[in-house]
């Protein structure tokens, strides 16, 4: 059973940025494509980024392009989200997930909810 930790989260002023991690633990991830969602108060859950198993390929949103980057460590079994020139509109909890998903379902974040969601890190962004 996979254990996902989200961390890195916190209170930034708008421009600002951040660093989220997301550890895995209980088996290695390091074949399964690894995303990240997130969630604003009374909205639903909304995919984010992705990156394949091999980090051959990443996808983002439409609204995160060229401010965020994902990354991962397979050695570490983590996967990073660096959020630059934060915005009020990116506040939301944060979280991490994965699955054996091919490439076009990969770039919509589709069958990337293979494991329990864990607790999620908050992202506030002040104006």
């Known amino acids: 059973q996979v254990q996902l930790i989200e961390s890195g989260g916190g209170l930034v002023q708008a421009g600002g940025s951040l660093r989220l991690s997301c550890a895995a633990s209980?088996?290695?991830?390091?074949?399964?494509?690894m995303g990240w969602f997130r969630q604003a108060p009374g909205k639903e859950r909304e995919f984010v980024a992705s990156?394949?198993?091999?980090?051959?390929?990443?996808y983002y949103a439409d609204f995160v392009k060229g401010r965020f980057t994902i990354s991962r460590d397979n050695a570490k079994n983590t996967v990073y989200l660096q959020l630059n020139s934060l915005k009020p509109e990116d506040t939301a909890v944060y979280y991490c997930?994965?699955?054996?998903?091919?490439?076009?379902?990969?770039?919509?974040?589709?069958?990337?909810?293979?494991?329990?969601w864990g607790q999620g890190t908050q992202v506030t962004v002040s104006s």
């Open positions: 997930n994965g699955g054996l998903s091919g490439p076009a379902a990969t770039r919509l974040g589709l069958g990337l909810k293979q494991f329990p």
């Open positions: 209980g088996r290695s991830v390091s074949s399964y494509a």
């Open positions: 990156i394949t198993w091999s980090s051959t390929s990443t």
